[in-house]
């Protein structure tokens, strides 16, 4: 069970735009403030990027941009505050999409909600079991998660064809030939049920998705430090990629950590 008194008090400094001083929300069991700030709109109002879907990302970086820490992974930058939001963010989605490098940089395994977020989950009316859908462009993904009923591969016509006949058909996304067609994938997922989709990355499937203006909001952390040179930043890949214009939506504070919510135009 979660110790919720080791979770830092946030300040609201802006909600939806407007400076909200004074504000603030301790950590509470199914953290209803939070998870009121960060909810997904509603079926009825979800007219996002995607058809039916809201697509939202999640990353942190440090103060000088870096994308992970001296161990190349985002553990090493994170802390409580970051821990609070990403519980939320994942209690709120029906699908975390993540990209096949990211899952084997940063160990991905199982996703579970935690004890105390199940009934924000609930009340929310999210999908059951939150659903890993990890991003192969050449069907590479650990045997592990290939051997787990919720997890998703989301790969094109070529890189199903690696992955061989043993995966169920119904644990497959394939969109694209030889590379993988991003909104199709969504739109697929979000056919399914799934159309509370948060990703985490990595910095190269974050600069495809907001390439092909697929993302509705970002959240990003900054962590309280600076590493130097050598980290990709949280979006990374060809740098003459079309900018992205975001509008500040919401802005919380813990101590020295900043966490934003920005919509993207």
Same mark, same amino acid.
């Given at each position: 069970?979660?110790?919720?008194?080791d979770r830092?008090?946030f300040?609201?400094?802006v909600?939806?735009?407007?400076?909200?001083?004074?504000?603030?929300i301790?950590?509470e069991?199914?953290?209803?403030?939070?998870?009121?700030?960060?909810?997904?709109?509603?079926?009825?109002? %979800?007219?996002g990027a995607?058809a039916?879907?809201?697509?939202?990302?999640?990353?942190?970086?440090?103060?000088?941009?870096?994308?992970w820490?001296h161990?190349?992974?985002?553990g090493s930058?994170?802390?409580?505050?970051?821990?609070?939001v990403f519980?939320v963010?994942r209690? +709120?989605?029906?699908?975390?999409? /993540?990209?096949?490098?990211? /899952?084997?940089?940063?160990?991905?395994?199982?996703?579970?909600?935690?004890?105390?977020?199940?009934?924000?989950?609930?009340?929310? %009316?999210?999908?059951?079991?939150?659903v890993?859908?990890v991003?192969?462009?050449?069907?590479?993904?650990?045997?592990?998660l290939?051997?787990?009923?919720?997890?998703l591969?989301?790969?094109?016509?070529?890189?199903?064809?690696?992955?061989?006949?043993?995966?169920?058909?119904?644990?497959?996304?394939?969109?694209g030939?030889d590379d993988?067609d991003?909104?199709?994938a969504?739109t697929?997922?979000?056919g399914?049920?799934?159309?509370?989709?948060?990703?985490e990355?990595g910095?190269?499937l974050?600069?495809?998705?907001l390439?092909?203006g697929?993302?509705?909001?970002l959240?990003?952390?900054?962590?309280?430090?600076a590493?130097?040179?050598g980290?990709?930043?949280?979006?990374?890949?060809?740098?003459g990629?079309?900018?992205a214009?975001?509008?500040?939506?919401? +802005?919380? %504070?813990?101590?020295?950590?900043?966490v934003?919510r920005w919509?993207?135009?």
């Amino acid at each position: 069970m979660t110790n919720l008194a080791d979770r830092p008090t946030f300040d609201l400094l802006v909600a939806e735009g407007t400076t909200a001083s004074g504000t603030i929300i301790p950590p509470e069991t199914d953290e209803p403030g939070l998870g009121l700030l960060l909810a997904h709109p509603t079926t009825s109002r %979800r007219n996002g990027a995607v058809a039916g879907a809201w697509v939202r990302a999640n990353m942190i970086a440090t103060v000088d941009g870096a994308a992970w820490g001296h161990d190349h992974r985002s553990g090493s930058i994170n802390g409580p505050a970051d821990l609070r939001v990403f519980e939320v963010l994942r209690a +709120l989605a029906d699908v975390v999409v /993540v990209g096949a490098g990211t /899952v084997r940089a940063e160990g991905y395994g199982t996703l579970d909600v935690p004890e105390h977020l199940r009934g924000l989950r609930a009340e929310a %009316r999210c999908a059951d079991e939150l659903v890993l859908a990890v991003v192969t462009r050449a069907g590479e993904v650990p045997a592990h998660l290939l051997a787990d009923p919720h997890v998703l591969v989301v790969t094109s016509a070529e890189g199903a064809a690696c992955l061989g006949p043993d995966l169920p058909s119904e644990r497959l996304v394939v969109a694209g030939t030889d590379d993988v067609d991003l909104r199709a994938a969504l739109t697929d997922l979000a056919g399914r049920g799934l159309g509370r989709i948060l990703t985490e990355g990595g910095p190269h499937l974050l600069a495809d998705l907001l390439a092909h203006g697929l993302v509705d909001d970002l959240c990003v952390t900054t962590s309280p430090t600076a590493v130097g040179p050598g980290a990709d930043r949280i979006v990374a890949g060809d740098p003459g990629r079309p900018a992205a214009d975001l509008r500040l939506a919401t +802005l919380l %504070r813990a101590r020295d950590v900043l966490v934003a919510r920005w919509r993207v135009a």
